[in-house]
């Protein structure tokens, strides 16, 4: 379904779609936000981390208990891997990404000071934190205007036929292209509740969908 039928569109029509379906999603999602819980930006990094090739809420299980344990990036760096590891057990890749924890916040506490850095290139240099989680922690715990990419806004922007991009930063390129700067951080938390509970993967619910009237993929019935 993805991308499949998308209509010979110049830019600028495109663009008047991409603002409807936004508007669409503003009515729909108002105050959208991420569903990883967390209370401080140290807690959503990691959080994010965990959330790679798993779900939000096997990471939100697991959170509350690994918190309380290892509150912030001292009392992490503190810790051995062996350590974190039957807090996040029942995520994928855990040995993995409590090794990257690890490392990771004490690369914060040796070069930040314990604290999440606000840019993009520094908090790619973490270990276990790529393109998407950077873009991630800095929207939703600074403000900071991009669109990260995950499956599911990756599916909706080939399904809307607003990219045709491969890649995760090619697909958030083309998609800020198309919403105002404002609105970016909103539209990657939107669509990813929309693709999430609407737009699913094996059946969309297209007949429910309030983006329907601006979606070429659509399916009748």
């Not at 090794?99 to 270990?127: Q, Y």
């Not at 669109?147 to 607003?162: E, F, M, N, S």
């Not at 991009?165 to 970016?184: C, H, M, T």
Request: aromatic share 6%; charged share 25%.
């Amino acid at each position: 379904m993805e991308g499949v039928g998308c209509p010979k569109e110049g830019q600028k029509a495109k663009k008047r779609r991409a603002l409807a379906i936004l508007e669409a999603l503003k009515a729909a999602y108002p105050g959208a936000k991420t569903e990883l819980k967390h209370n401080s930006p140290f807690q959503l990094l990691v959080a994010t981390v965990l959330s790679a090739q798993a779900t939000d809420k096997s990471v939100n299980e697991a959170t509350p208990a690994l918190f309380a344990r290892f509150p912030d990036a001292k009392a992490l760096a503190e810790a051995h891997p062996e350590e974190v590891e039957p807090y996040i057990r029942r995520i994928g890749l855990y040995r993995t990404k409590a090794r990257n924890l690890v490392a990771l916040a004490k690369r914060l506490v040796e070069a930040h000071g314990g604290e999440v850095p606000r840019d993009k290139r520094a908090l790619m240099a973490l270990p276990g934190v790529g393109w998407k989680t950077a873009t991630v922690v800095l929207g939703a715990a600074f403000g900071v205007p991009g669109i990260a990419v995950d499956t599911h806004v990756a599916r909706l922007a080939q399904r809307l036929c607003l990219s045709e991009a491969k890649s995760p930063e090619k697909i958030g390129a083309d998609l800020e292209r198309l919403f105002p700067k404002e609105d970016w951080v909103f539209a990657h938390h939107a669509l990813v509740l929309h693709g999430r509970y609407v737009c699913t993967a094996r059946k969309p619910r297209c007949p429910a969908c309030p983006l329907a009237p601006h979606c070429p993929s659509r399916r009748e019935g």
